[in-house]
Nanobody
């Protein structure tokens, strides 16, 4: 059973930056493609970014491309989301997820394990 714990959320002004972390335990981290999702109040959970087990391949949703960067440090069993140029519309609970199948996943149903989420609020 894989456990995922997110951290790094908080309140930031528009244009600011945050780094989210996702610490994994209970499994073989390097085996899993990983992803970040977010859910704003009253909205469905949406895909943000995904990264391959090696970290070599990644994909970012169009609205965050060029502002957010997903990465992972396999020896530390940790995944990251560097968020720059934050906007009020980025406000959401951010979740990390792991999938046990090969390939990047872009939908919630493609992931098997989820963290509890961390709140990101972008406001002045």
């Amino acid at each position: 059973q894989v456990q995922l714990v997110e951290s790094g959320g908080g309140l930031v002004q528009p244009g600011g930056s945050l780094i989210l972390s996702c610490a994994a335990s209970g499994g073989t981290f390097i085996d899993y493609p990983m992803g970040w999702f977010r859910q704003a109040p009253g909205k469905e959970r949406e895909f943000v970014a995904a990264v391959s087990p090696s970290g070599y391949n990644s994909y970012h949703q169009a609205s965050v491309k060029g502002r957010f960067t997903i990465s992972r440090d396999n020896p530390k069993n940790t995944m990251y989301l560097q968020m720059n140029s934050l906007r009020p519309e980025d406000t959401a609970v951010y979740y990390c997820a792991a999938r046990t199948s090969a390939g990047l996943g872009y939908h919630t149903y493609e992931y098997d394990y989820w963290g509890q989420g961390t709140q990101v609020t972008v406001a002045s």
